[in-house]
C-alpha cells in the first residue's frame, strides 16, 4: 500500500550511516551493509519492481536473503520470507496463498519446479556502488510463516513499522548483535532489523556450525549482544565454549525462560544483563522481563504506553502496533478478535502477584481428566541440580488415557557414565513429587544423551 515517505531498510541504513559495518555469516568473510545495499543483479533479474509485485524469498543463505529483503523492501508490494528448514513441499502452497509473482531463491534445485522461480546471484558480490533510488517508496507487507511442527504452515502478514515497533533507530558501533536464529523466523527478524535499524554489525549462525564453531567465532568478532531460545542456551552451557563469548547482554525468547536457566546464565555471564523477551509471529514483541526471575509482574497485565495485555480463560491476549494485520490464503482464520487483541495461546497462572506461563493451551496431556501442562513440569525437572535439560510427552494409558513421560538429558560429567544409578532417577521423581500434585509427577523417566531441537531452536516436541 502507498504510504508517503515511509520508512525502509535502506533509508533506515542510510540514517544510520553505518554501511561500513558488517554482517558475518559462517565461515563467509563478513560483508558491509554498503555492499548489501548496493544495486546488483538482482533488479535485472527482476526486471522493473512495480508495487504489484508479490515476492517469496527462498533463499538456502542468509546473505541472499538479507540483500533481497534490503533491496525489496519499499518496492515490493508483499515480501514472503520463506525459511529453509520448512519442507519445500510447501513452496507451491505458499506462493499461491501469497498471490506471488516470482519465487526468488539462490537454490538451483528449485528451477523447474514452478514457473514462477528465478535464480538470483550470489549476494552481494559485483555489485554497483549505488544504492536503490528512494523515490516513490510504498509500504511493503513483511510475511512470515508459522513455525509449527504439523501440517500447511499459517502466512503472517506485518509491516515494517510493526516488526520494527519495539526497535530504538540510530547509529551504536559498541554493539555487535548476534543470534542462534535464522533471521527468516519472527526471532531472528527481529536481531536483524535491530542491526539494520540501530546501524549495528551483526553475527549470524550458519546452519552447518556447530554451537561450539559459533561461540567461536561471536568471541572472536566481539559480540556483546545475543539472543537464542532456552533450548539454545542450554546447549551453550553444555559446550566448553560458552567461555569464549563474553556478553553484556544476553536474551531469551521463543520458549518458556524457567527459573534454572536463568540463574545457569546469570552464573556463567556474571556481568550481562539477562532478560527474557515474550513475543511471537503473531503477537509481536510484546515484553521484556529484567529481574532475572521467571514468569512475569502482574503490573504487565492491563493498558501501556505501547501495548495493551489481559488475561481471558487463562490465556494471554494482546494488543499493540507491534502486532501482524492478518493471516493470508483461503480460508484464512481471524487473527484479532473484535476489540483488536490477539489470542497467544500461551497459558498462564498468577501467584503471588506474578505470572507464570504454564505452557500452550494445544500441548496438553490430559491424565484420567487432569490437564497437565509438559512445561511446567520441565521447569521442575530442570531445576534438579543434575539435570541440564528435559522434554515432557505423554504415552498412552489404557486407564488414564496418558501417562507423563520424561526424557531427561544429565549434565556432562554424569552422562559419561555407562549407566546412570537408579537412586538419581528416585532423587529427580522426589524431587517432582515435592514440587507437583502427583498426577503431574513422571510415571517414567529416560536418560538421554541429547533432545531433538528444531532450526527454530525449539525443542521438538511432536514426531
Known amino acids: 500500500m502507498s504510504k508517503a515517505n515511509c520508512s525502509t531498510l535502506q533509508s533506515y541504513l542510510a540514517a544510520a550511516d553505518m554501511f561500513s559495518s558488517t554482517v558475518a555469516v559462517g565461515n563467509n568473510e563478513p560483508t558491509s551493509w554498503g555492499a548489501l545495499s548496493s544495486l546488483s543483479n538482482l533488479q535485472r533479474q527482476l526486471g522493473s519492481i512495480s508495487s504489484s509485485l508479490s515476492v517469496v524469498v527462498a533463499t538456502i543463505h542468509q546473505l541472499s536473503a538479507i540483500q533481497a529483503l ?11 520470507l520463506y525459511p529453509p528448514d520448512l519442507s519445500r513441499e510447501h513452496l507451491c502452497f505458499v506462493a499461491d496463498s501469497a498471490k506471488a509473482d516470482v519465487i526468488l531463491t539462490d537454490d538451483p534445485s528449485l528451477e523447474g519446479i514452478d514457473a514462477r522461480v528465478r535464480c538470483m546471484v550470489s549476494s552481494a558480490q559485483n555489485c554497483d556502488s549505488d544504492v536503490l533510488d528512494q523515490a516513490s ?11 509449527g511442527t504439523t501440517g500447511v504452515p499459517k502466512l503472517v502478514a506485518h509491516s515494517l513499522e510493526s516488526l520494527a515497533g519495539a526497535i530504538t533507530p540510530g547509529a551504536n558501533s559498541n554493539i555487535t548483535w548476534a543470534t542462534f536464529y535464522d533471521i527468516r523466523r519472527y526471532g531472528g527478524l527481529q536481531i536483524f532489523l535491530r542491526a539494520a535499524i540501530g546501524g549495528t554489525s551483526l553475527v549470524l549462525k550458519d546452519v552447518q556450525e556447530s554451537t561450539a564453531e559459533f561461540l567461536s567465532r561471536a568471541g572472536r568478532l566481539g559480540v556483546t549482544h545475543i539472543l537464542g531460545t ?3 542456551w542450554r546447549r551453550v552451557l553444555m559446550s566448553p565454549a560458552a567461555d569464549n563469548i563474553v556478553p553484556t ?17 546469570r552464573a556463567q555471564y556474571p556481568h550481562a544483563r539477562i532478560a527474557h523477551a515474550f513475543a511471537s509471529t503473531e503477537a509481536g514483541v ?12 502482574a503490573e504487565v497485565v ?12 487463562n490465556t494471554l491476549r494482546v494488543r499493540s502496533p507491534r502486532t501482524a494485520s492478518r493471516y493470508l ?3 484464512a482464520p481471524v487473527l484479532r478478535d473484535d476489540a483488536g487483541f490477539v489470542d497467544t495461546g500461551d497459558a498462564i497462572e498468577l501467584r503471588n502477584c506474578r505470572y507464570y506461563f504454564v505452557g500452550r493451551r494445544d500441548g496438553i496431556i490430559n491424565v484420567g481428566g487432569l490437564k497437565v501442562h509438559p512445561e511446567e513440569i520441565e521447569a521442575v525437572i530442570n531445576r534438579h541440580p ?3 535439560m528435559s522434554l515432557v510427552k505423554a504415552k498412552k494409558n489404557p486407564v488414564t488415557g496418558a501417562l507423563v513421560v520424561a526424557d531427561v538429558v544429565l549434565k556432562s560429567q554424569l552422562q559419561l557414565a555407562s549407566n546412570v544409578p537408579s537412586a538419581l532417577e528416585q532423587a529427580i521423581l522426589q524431587f517432582c513429587r515435592q514440587e507437583l500434585a502427583l498426577y503431574k509427577v513422571p510415571a517414567v523417566i529416560n536418560f538421554v544423551s541429547a533432545l531433538a531441537v528444531a532450526q527454530t531452536g525449539k525443542l521438538i516436541r511432536h514426531a
Open 386 to 388: 543434575d539435570v541440564s
Open 230 to 232: 532456552p533450548s539454545h
Open 302 to 313: 492491563g493498558s501501556g504506553p505501547h501495548v495493551d495485555v489481559k488475561v481471558e480463560g
Open 249 to 265: 547482554y544476553v536474551r531469551l525468547s521463543g520458549e518458556i525462560a524457567d527459573q534454572a536457566i536463568l540463574n545457569q546464565l
Open 286 to 297: 510484546v515484553f521484556e522481563v529484567n529481574d532475572c526471575l521467571m514468569g512475569f509482574p
Open 70 to 80: 534490503i533491496q525489496l523492501d519499499g518496492l515490493a508490494r508483499l515480501i514472503v
Open 329 to 331: 490464503g483461503q480460508s
Open 137 to 147: 517508496k510504498i509500504e511493503s507487507e513483511w510475511v512470515l510463516l508459522t513455525s
